[in-house]
Nanobody
Framework: QVQLVESGGGLVQAGGSLRLSCAASGRIFGNYAMAWFRQAPGKEREFVAAINCCGGRIYYADSVKGRFTISRDNAKNTVYLQMNSLKPEDTAVYYC?????????????????WGQGTQVTVSS
């Protein structure tokens, strides 16, 4: 079992940057693939980025490629999402998720562990 807590959200102007963090409980963080999803008001939850257990395999949604970077520090039990060149359409609640797999998946249904979410608002 893993407990996840996101932080780092906030209000930023278009073109700005934010860095989200997701702190995980337990001592076996390196056994889990991690991902970020987001959900805007009135819309379905969508995939943002995922990273495998060791950081060697990464996936991004087309909408964030070239702007967002996912990374992890297994020694700190933390996964990050660096968000640059933010756009108003990036506004959403961002959730981190974990699954006991060494490989990354982009399917939300495969992630049994979720954080509470952190709000990101990008103004024009």
């Amino acid at each position: 079992q893993v407990q996840l807590v996101e932080s780092g959200g906030g209000l930023v102007q278009a073109g700005g940057s934010l860095r989200l963090s997701c702190a995980a409980s337990g001592r076996i963080f390196g056994n889990y693939a991690m991902a970020w999803f987001r959900q805007a008001p009135g819309k379905e939850r969508e995939f943002v980025a995922a990273i495998n257990c060791c950081g060697g395999r990464i996936y991004y949604a087309d909408s964030v490629k070239g702007r967002f970077t996912i990374s992890r520090d297994n020694a700190k039990n933390t996964v990050y999402l660096q968000m640059n060149s933010l756009k108003p359409e990036d506004t959403a609640v961002y959730y981190c998720a974990a699954v006991y797999l060494r490989s990354a998946t982009m399917t939300a249904e495969q992630y049994p562990y979720w954080g509470q979410g952190t709000q990101v608002t990008v103004s024009s």
